[in-house]
């Protein structure tokens, strides 16, 4: 009765149908693990394994969720929040892991657990993108889970919502089959032994229930966005909407399917690496040493492009240097020196433009005629005193001028 017991004692986010095969599994005492999971059509293990893909992290969330595994979770086909809390951390502390995909097919399960589960996801945004892809079914507790990622993507036939708790519990009338019990309850602990069947009993467990949900419809409106009031109103009021349904209603973000997820996600960079969020850093190698010689040897063809390019943009901007200088306004009048600066010196524009500033402008050369030039020419006649009368003659000194000329 262990196992009936269990699934009795909790309150569930969980479908109906997988709630019964839950119920019914539980019910089942003289049959052996292997021979329930024979005629559910699973294997006796434990599948659930973080796969990676281009350095995707997919964690499958798949049948019924339970708090811890154990034997039950294995003949169930279920998931335990324990191991995807496990996997979770592993892929979000993993340098070589750049974004969580949560693939998601399952009917919800036990209320316990799923909470902290769906916390530890909400907190973990913005560190990787957390992606919820529903491939099959994300309801109730499944949901639950889902609504903590970054995104919700759902597949056309997805089925998303039953948001609410359900409780099962057995009466205070047993059937002839089940064995018979007693009871007493301390008197001073009226309530701790619920009766269902009674008014008061009933009244009481539907509190219990109504607060566990009430906590389902709160994280569920933080984790998307919305009021409270619009979880209740727009998401289904506990019923399943199905792929673009529960898109127009909020509970999912679009259309999608898991290869262009994984698509999507690997050719984006490492957030969490970038930031110096990862715990386990890669291992740092030593890097070859560059310098020209290194260079040339590993890369000869970039370095002749870069000489080239380098010889090209050197060309051009000495070009447009002197340039600069023979037609500065300041080099008018002082062009000797205008073409000095340019030409022999490496000085830049600015500084040659200060420097023609403060210097005198160039005197032009005088312009002189034939009959200037005839006169430079020509040089002084030699003049002598005279030594006696006949030099002191006019007619005498004409000729003595004339033949001089």
Same mark, same amino acid.
């Given at each position: 009765?262990?196992?009936?017991?269990?699934?009795?004692?909790?309150?569930?986010?969980?479908?109906?149908?997988?709630?019964?095969?839950?119920?019914?599994?539980?019910?089942?005492?003289?049959?052996?693990?292997?021979?329930?999971?024979?005629?559910?059509?699973? $294997?006796?293990?434990?599948?659930?394994?973080?796969?990676?893909?281009?350095?995707?992290?997919?964690?499958?969330?798949?049948?019924?969720?339970?708090?811890?595994? *154990?034997?039950?979770?294995?003949?169930?086909?279920?998931?335990?929040?324990?191991?995807?809390?496990?996997?979770?951390?592993?892929?979000?502390?993993?340098?070589?892991?750049?974004?969580?995909?949560?693939?998601?097919?399952?009917?919800?399960?036990?209320?316990? #657990?799923?909470?902290?589960?769906?916390?530890?996801?909400?907190?973990?945004?913005?560190?990787?993108?957390?992606?919820?892809?529903?491939?099959?079914?994300?309801?109730?507790?499944?949901?639950?889970?889902?609504?903590?990622?970054?995104?919700?993507?759902?597949?056309?036939?997805?089925?998303?919502?039953?948001?609410?708790?359900? #409780?099962?519990?057995?009466?205070?009338?047993?059937?002839?089959?089940?064995?018979?019990?007693?009871?007493?309850?301390?008197?001073?602990?009226?309530?701790?032994?619920?009766?269902?069947?009674?008014?008061?009993?009933?009244?009481?467990?539907?509190?219990?229930?109504?607060?566990?949900?009430?906590? @389902?419809? *709160?994280?569920?409106?933080?984790?998307?966005?919305?009021?409270?009031?619009?979880?209740?109103?727009? @998401?289904?009021?506990?019923?399943?909407?199905?792929?673009?349904?529960?898109?127009?209603? #909020?509970?999912?973000?679009?259309?999608?399917?898991?290869?262009?997820?994984?698509?999507?996600?690997?050719?984006?960079?490492?957030?969490?690496? $970038?930031?110096?969020?990862?715990?386990?850093?890669?291992?740092?190698?030593?890097?070859?040493?560059?310098?020209?010689?290194?260079?040339?040897?590993?890369?000869?063809?970039?370095?002749?492009?870069?000489?080239?390019?380098?010889?090209?943009?050197?060309?051009?901007?000495?070009?447009?240097?002197?340039?600069?200088?023979?037609?500065?306004?300041?080099?008018? #009048?002082?062009?000797?020196?205008?073409?000095?600066?340019?030409?022999?010196?490496?000085?830049?524009?600015?500084?040659?433009?200060?420097?023609?500033?403060?210097?005198?402008?160039?005197?032009? $050369?005088?312009?002189?005629?034939?009959?200037?030039?005839?006169?430079?020419?020509?040089?002084?006649?030699?003049?002598?005193?005279?030594?006696?009368?006949?030099?002191?003659?006019?007619?005498?000194?004409?000729?003595?001028?004339?033949?001089?000329?």
């Amino acid at each position: 009765m262990r196992a009936w017991n269990k699934a009795t004692a909790e309150p569930w986010a969980i479908t109906e149908t997988a709630l019964h095969t839950i119920l019914d599994i539980a019910a089942r005492e003289n049959e052996s693990p292997e021979a329930v999971a024979a005629k559910l059509g699973k $294997e006796l293990q434990n599948t659930h394994k973080v796969m990676e893909r281009e350095g995707v992290a997919i964690i499958p969330v798949t049948g019924p969720l339970f708090r811890y595994a *154990n034997i039950f979770t294995a003949i169930s086909g279920a998931t335990s929040y324990e191991m995807l809390a496990q996997d979770f951390t592993a892929a979000l502390e993993s340098p070589e892991i750049s974004a969580i995909i949560l693939n998601i097919d399952s009917p919800g399960g036990e209320v316990n #657990g799923c909470a902290e589960l769906a916390s530890m996801i909400f907190e973990a945004r913005g560190k990787k993108p957390i992606i919820a892809y529903a491939s099959g079914d994300a309801a109730s507790g499944a949901y639950w889970i889902a609504s903590a990622a970054d995104e919700v993507v759902a597949s056309e036939t997805s089925g998303l919502g039953s948001i609410g708790v359900v #409780g099962v519990y057995r009466g205070a009338r047993q059937d002839k089959t089940a064995p018979a019990t007693i009871e007493i309850i301390s008197s001073q602990s009226p309530d701790k032994r619920l009766d269902p069947e009674t008014d008061h009993g009933r009244a009481k467990l539907q509190a219990r229930i109504d607060a566990m949900a009430e906590v @389902f419809v *709160n994280t569920v409106a933080r984790n998307r966005g919305v009021e409270p009031q619009s979880v209740l109103e727009q @998401f289904g009021g506990g019923d399943i909407l199905i792929g673009k349904m529960a898109i127009t209603a #909020g509970l999912a973000d679009r259309i999608g399917s898991l290869e262009r997820l994984i698509a999507e996600l690997s050719s984006k960079p490492n957030p969490a690496s $970038e930031r110096g969020f990862l715990l386990h850093q890669p291992p740092q190698t030593k890097e070859k040493p560059m310098d020209i010689t290194v260079l040339k040897q590993d890369h000869p063809n970039l370095v002749a492009q870069l000489q080239a390019e380098t010889t090209a943009e050197a060309k051009t901007a000495e070009r447009n240097r002197i340039k600069a200088i023979i037609d500065n306004t300041e080099a008018e #009048g002082r062009q000797k020196l205008a073409r000095h600066l340019a030409f022999v010196t490496d000085i830049a524009p600015e500084a040659a433009a200060e420097t023609l500033a403060q210097a005198p402008k160039e005197q032009p $050369e005088a312009k002189s005629g034939s009959f200037d030039a005839a006169m430079r020419d020509l040089g002084n006649p030699k003049i002598t005193s005279a030594a006696n009368a006949e030099e002191d003659d006019v007619d005498a000194t004409a000729k003595r001028v004339a033949a001089a000329s």
